[in-house]
């Protein structure tokens, strides 16, 4: 790891922190506390991203205001960890430029990864679950998130270092899982191929009674299940939910857990969010997302739609 580290004053970690179990050992889960960093934060192979962004409001003089020490600053709408292919926002790179990206800030592949969001909704939460997913598709295991985010980082009295970060490049080399991506002919072979589709935009957009600009048309793909994301996170955090909760879901949702599934939204961002409870909450073992989505989707006209589905929110009232 080659990020410059500062040294964070244990006694700061107060109050609810003193009350947060750390995971055991070195090795991190799918999400990690602030207890956890504060205790690995000197590490030299834990690299901390910080990806807050314009989403949530924050940009490079906002991270220079405040962030966890040794973070680099990683901005998940400015750093480039998403391009637009023609109308279609929000695809993968090129594995060569997502490379360079990782390494230039400072990660390698021996490195422990803690992405950071700014912890105060969900959709700020999906930045941090589309980079880790992007992570992962890189063939990167070692990568975690950090539960609530940045603000969860301040409430716990974790130490905060201002300026720009100190970054030494580092070399980082993909070795891609291509069964964590899939592409619109994935999907339209859904039903034969035996894949369950899983929607995670909100009621209105699965009903079809809404849709995101760059989508043509509005409803959803027929055969699709709704996981709103907005129900996967703690409102107004970045905290998800526990796992008998997640679990409760898939099961209210009627996601089978033995086949593959792939979770989409508009632009394969709250899509992230989804993925990430369905594959490293829920254990589900084979679960891919759609990175163009309804964007790419709708762009066919002659592709399936469906209106008036009810979402998954509803089914909970």
């Not at 023609?86 to 803690?114: F, H, M, Q, Y």
Request: aromatic letters at 6%; one cysteine or more; hydrophobic letters at 45%.
């Amino acid at each position: 790891m080659s990020i410059t580290r500062r040294s964070i004053i244990a006694a700061g970690f107060a109050g609810v922190l003193a009350a947060t179990t750390a995971q055991a050992g070195p090795e991190a889960g799918p999400l990690v506390e602030p207890r956890w960093l504060s205790e690995h934060l000197d590490d030299p192979d834990v690299a901390v991203l910080d990806v807050r962004s314009a989403i949530d409001g924050t940009d490079a003089a906002g991270f220079a205001a405040g962030h966890i020490p040794g973070a680099a600053y990683a901005s998940y709408t400015g750093a480039g960890w998403r391009v637009a292919d023609g109308a279609v926002p929000g695809k993968l790179p090129p594995v060569d430029r997502l490379e360079a990206l990782i390494g230039s800030l400072g990660v390698d592949n021996d490195d422990t990864v803690v992405v950071v969001p700014a912890g105060v909704g969900s959709t700020d939460f999906g930045s941090a679950a589309r980079v880790y997913w992007t992570l992962k598709y890189l063939g990167h295991e070692d990568v975690t998130i950090l539960n609530g985010g940045y603000r969860a980082w301040v409430d716990a009295g974790g130490a905060v270092a201002t300026g720009e970060a100190t970054v030494t490049p580092a070399t980082f080399n993909a070795e891609l899982q291509p069964e964590l991506l899939a592409d619109t002919a994935d999907v339209a072979n859904a039903g034969s191929g035996g894949s369950q589709l899983v929607d995670a935009r909100p009621a209105a957009q699965y009903a079809g009674q809404a849709k995101h600009p760059a989508a043509r048309a509005a409803g959803t793909i027929p055969g699709a299940a709704s996981l709103e994301e907005r129900l996967l996170v703690e409102q107004g955090t970045a905290t998800f939910i526990d796992t008998d909760e997640v679990n409760r879901l898939i099961e209210l949702a009627g996601i089978e857990r033995n086949g593959p599934v792939v979770s989409f939204c508009n632009t394969g961002h709250w899509a992230a969010t989804a993925w990430f409870a369905l594959s490293e909450v829920g254990g589900l073992e084979d679960v891919a997302l759609y990175d163009g989505s309804m964007t790419e989707w709708t762009q066919d006209p002659a592709r399936p739609l469906v209106q008036g589905q009810q979402a998954l929110s509803q089914l909970l009232q």
